[in-house]
């Protein structure tokens, strides 16, 4: 069956391919819904071409529509993930157009994480097409706010794990040629921070003035050194913007803040610090507001048995020696690593996500896509 499945997605690359491209030509920002559902659409025909299957419609006022789709049939359910939204812009195609350089496929959304629908519906394409055999029925989830946090899709995403077996995520693997798959991420929060100072005329009465703006740089300095590289925190304030001219003395000022952990420990000491910023001077005020935006993934025994299968399946029936890495980045996978043993990096290999070399290796779609449904069949089995 195993080498059966492979021969039969190598076979699809070139179709794989021109399935992406479709994907990748309809641009789908994660803040315009039009555009995501446009997309939607698009994987929901995709699914039913190529699955079957019931597809169950989650409307969303703000962000484009979710979708789960089940296949098979049983009492437990392995649940894989993916997200139609990219962090591109409308108008981006124009510029960075779909193109293919060799072995290379160019194009925005492409590695991440377009490449992984495509591979996740082939997978279980082969899958059905062979008739490989199955006591677990498979839930696709294709949302569609990840790149903005998950606000709208994060309750769907813990529901769905809460009642699944495993959790396979189709984010593409650490960037290298090796594509290491992600068996723990950083936990992270995300913060604002808001000072209110007093204007005045920076020339005429500059004494009468309290600078918003120097404030949110001593702040601002305070929370870069609560960095701990040795502990794998990092806080770093990103975005700036404040005062109304050159020559008034600032009254407002405004901060965003990213907050990374590798353990929830870190968290519980960093956190109270940023929630605590007081005031340097007096007739200043400072506000905070935000909070945890997504969960540490651990390593736990469970995962670590899911990466082990997945390494041997790599070995014995694809040729290679599938290695995994912690990663800093936040996924879906950390919400439903809290309920479920959760696999991450299963989708494309390349580089370049949310970069302009964004790009996927075409020769390691029907590999990784053949990882994936080999690893479903073995735990859908056990």
């Given amino acids: 069956m195993e080498q059966q499945v492979v021969a039969y997605l190598k076979e699809k690359e070139s179709e794989m391919v021109e399935v992406l491209k479709g994907l990748v030509e309809i641009e789908s920002p994660s803040h315009d819904k039009e555009a995501v559902d446009q997309v939607g659409e698009q994987v929901q ?5 190529y699955v079957g299957g019931s597809i169950q419609k989650f409307d969303n006022e703000h962000f484009g529509d979710h979708f789960r789709c089940e296949f098979g049939e049983g009492d437990e359910q392995i649940l894989i993930l993916a997200h139609m939204d990219t962090v591109w812009p409308k108008g981006t195609l124009e510029e960075l157009p779909f193109r293919i350089d060799g072995d290379k496929l160019y194009g925005p959304g492409s590695f991440d994480m377009k490449g992984g629908i495509v591979q996740g519906l082939f997978a279980v394409n082969a899958l059905k097409t062979l008739n490989v055999p199955s006591k677990t029925k498979v839930v696709m989830l294709f949302t569609s706010d990840e790149e903005i946090g998950s606000e709208s899709s994060r309750d769907l995403i813990e529901a769905e794990a809460k009642k699944s077996k495993y959790v396979l995520v189709l984010e593409s693997a650490a960037a290298s040629t090796q594509g290491k798959l992600k068996t723990s991420r950083k936990g992270v929060g995300m913060f604002t921070i808001k000072v209110q100072g007093r204007a005045a005329h920076s020339g005429i009465e500059p004494e009468k003035g309290i600078s918003a703006i120097e404030e949110l740089a001593r702040q601002t300095i305070y929370l870069h050194d609560l960095t701990d590289f040795e502990k794998g925190t990092t806080l770093n304030v990103g975005l700036v913007k ?3 001219a050159s020559n008034v003395v600032a009254a407002e000022a405004e901060a965003e803040l990213d907050l990374r952990v590798k353990n929830n420990t870190e968290f519980e000491r960093v956190i109270p610090l940023i929630q605590g910023l007081t005031p340097t ?6 506000e905070v507001t935000g909070g945890i935006n997504r969960p540490v993934m651990e390593k736990t025994p469970e995962i670590n048995t899911m990466f082990e299968t997945a390494k041997d399946i790599a070995k014995e029936y694809l040729g290679f020696e599938l290695e995994d890495q912690a990663s800093g980045g936040g996924s879906d996978g950390s919400f439903a690593a809290q309920f ?6 299963l989708g494309p290999v390349g580089d370049g996500a949310h970069a302009s070399n964004e ?3 075409i020769s390691q779609m029907p590999v990784r896509s053949a990882l994936v449904a080999l690893l479903i069949a073995r735990l859908a089995n056990e």
Avoid: F
């Fill in 340 to 345: 479920a043993p959760t696999l991450d990096g």
């Fill in 359 to 361: 790009h996927l290796l």
């Fill in 281 to 286: 001077k007096e007739d200043l005020t400072v």
């Fill in 242 to 244: 404040g005062g109304s």
């Fill in 45 to 49: 025909l995709l699914y039913k071409k």
